[in-house]
Antibody, heavy 118, light 107 residues
Framework: EVQLVESGGGLVQPGGSLRLSCAAS????????MTWVRQAPGKGLEWVAV????????YYVDSVRGRFTISRDNAKNSMYLQMNSLRVDDTAVYYC???????????WGQGTLVTVSS | EIVLTQSPGTLSLSPGEGATLSCRAS???????LAWYQQKAGQAPRLLLY???YRATGIPDRFSGSGSGTDFTLTISRLEPEDFAVYYC?????????FGQGTKLEI
């Protein structure tokens, strides 16, 4: 069974940092691009970042570029999101997801809540 | 940047009825890169359709998708109680992924 489990969310002050993790199981992790998607409270879905299967390429939505870094460790079947210079509007549930062949997101974790507040 | 606009914002129907949800792109898109998701309250999204019309694994055949160019449709025939949720369309182009704002399907 394919499973994605996020961790690392919590409360952080504006300007602070947080590192999210996504642990994958049930599939060959190193074969897939992986992504982070977030959802602010009561709002819709927003794509955040994506990383290539070997970690050699990564791409970001404009609002987080330069502040967030996506990475992965295929030996540990894990993906990460390092979030720096956090802002109040980064408050959201962050989901990790697997990227399917036609650039859709075919498996999702349960999400981890990040709250940026003073 | 491609903007996806979903309509209506909210759709009120009864179980057994059919539902038609629209997703309009701000410019012509490749239907291969158009997907639909369902999200129930308190849950993660679930992939319904990819390539505009291909059902994901385990998705019932009452869900169907169509469209090309700028206009895409998700159709749900014979609504079941578990189908009442929020639906999002999503597109990919040039290392950018975009979601529509969602359509809430309510009883």
């Amino acid at each position: 069974e394919v499973q994605l489990v996020e961790s690392g969310g919590g409360l952080v002050q504006p300007g602070g940092s947080l590192r999210l993790s996504c642990a994958a199981s049930g599939f060959t992790f190193s074969n897939y691009w992986m992504t982070w998607v977030r959802q602010a409270p009561g709002k819709g879905l927003e794509w955040v970042a994506v990383v290539k299967h070997d970690g050699a390429e990564d791409y970001y939505v404009d609002s987080v570029r330069g502040r967030f870094t996506i990475s992965r460790d295929n030996a540990k079947n894990s993906m990460y999101l390092q979030m720096n210079s956090l802002r109040v509007d980064d408050t959201a549930v962050y989901y990790c997801a697997r990227v399917g062949g036609w650039d859709y997101f075919d498996c999702w974790g349960q999400g981890t809540l990040v709250t940026v507040s003073s | 940047e491609i903007v996806l606009t979903q309509s209506p914002g909210t759709l009120s129907l009864s179980p057994g009825e059919g539902a038609t949800l629209s997703c309009r792109a701000s410019q012509t898109v490749n239907s291969r890169n158009l997907a639909w998701y369902q999200q129930k309250a308190g849950q993660a999204p679930r992939l319904l359709l990819y390539g505009a019309s291909y059902r994901a694994t385990g998705i019932p055949d009452r869900f169907s998708g169509s469209g090309s160019g700028t206009d895409f449709t998700l159709t749900i025939s014979r609504l079941e109680p578990e189908d009442f949720a929020v639906y999002y369309c999503q597109h990919y182009r040039s290392w950018q992924y975009t979601f529509g704002q969602g359509t809430k399907l309510e009883i």
